[in-house]
């Protein structure tokens, strides 16, 4: 059975960082792209970043480009989303999901672990 | 910044069918990439309801049903039951971003 749960949320001040982890079980975690979405309160989803199954290319939404950076550990099953310069915007549940490719659906995603960026 | 356009709300009683619109460009759904559609309940992760436009995944009631024309597409949902009171968001691919785009999303409600 497939399990994407994420970790590392919390409170954080403007300006400072945070690390989201995922761990990935039950399926091939090589095989997928991982990807970072999130959900402000009370809005819709909003993609944040993708990296391919080997990790050879990464792709950002203009959003976050230049403050998060998505990586991950092939032989852990894990990804990962650095935050820096967090805002107050940047508050939301934090999802990671699998897919195959850019193409295909996204069919599975984590339970979701809440930052709050407030001074 | 959702690049996707869906209709706030929508809502039906009982046995009705309700439609959600989803409108896109020619950099994602009119480019003909798969259109893909969610249903996510309060305090839930999104589950996967529609997938390539039209498909349903095993256990997905055949209530639900997907189409797409042009820069468009759309959820129908026949036979509207208590339980599909939930948001709905479509999600496809575009090319101008390189990366997902999803829609703004719709809440259902049923009367």
């Known amino acids: 059975q497939v399990h994407l749960v994420e970790s590392g949320g919390g409170l954080v001040k403007p300006g400072g960082s945070l690390r989201l982890s995922c761990a990935g079980s039950g399926f091939n975690f090589n095989d997928f792209y991982m990807n970072w979405i999130r959900q402000a309160p009370g809005k819709g989803l909003e993609w944040l970043a993708s990296m391919t199954s080997s990790g050879s290319s990464i792709y950002y939404a203009d959003s976050v480009r230049g403050r998060f950076v998505i990586s991950r550990d092939n032989t852990k099953n894990l990804v990962f989303l650095q935050m820096d310069s967090l805002r107050p915007e940047d508050t939301a549940v934090y999802f990671c999901a699998r897919v195959y490719d850019f193409w295909s659906p996204i069919d599975h995603w984590g339970q979701g672990v809440l930052v709050s960026v407030s001074s | 910044q959702s690049v996707l356009t869906q209709p706030p709300s929508v809502s039906g009683a009982p046995g009705q069918k309700v439609t959600i619109s989803c409108t896109g460009s020619y950099s994602n759904i009119g480019a003909q990439y798969d259109v893909h559609w969610f249903q996510q309940l309060p305090g839930t992760a999104p589950k996967l309801l529609i997938y390539?436009?039209?498909n349903r995944p095993s256990g997905v009631p055949d209530r639900f049903s997907g189409s797409k024309s042009g820069t468009s597409a759309s959820l129908a949902i026949t036979g509207l039951q208590a339980e599909d009171e939930a948001d709905y968001y479509c999600?496809?691919?575009?090319?101008?971003?390189?990366?997902?785009?999803f829609g703004t999303g719709t809440k259902v409600s049923v009367l």
């Open positions: 999600q496809s691919y575009d090319s101008s971003l390189s990366g997902f785009v």
């Open positions: 390539g436009d039209t």
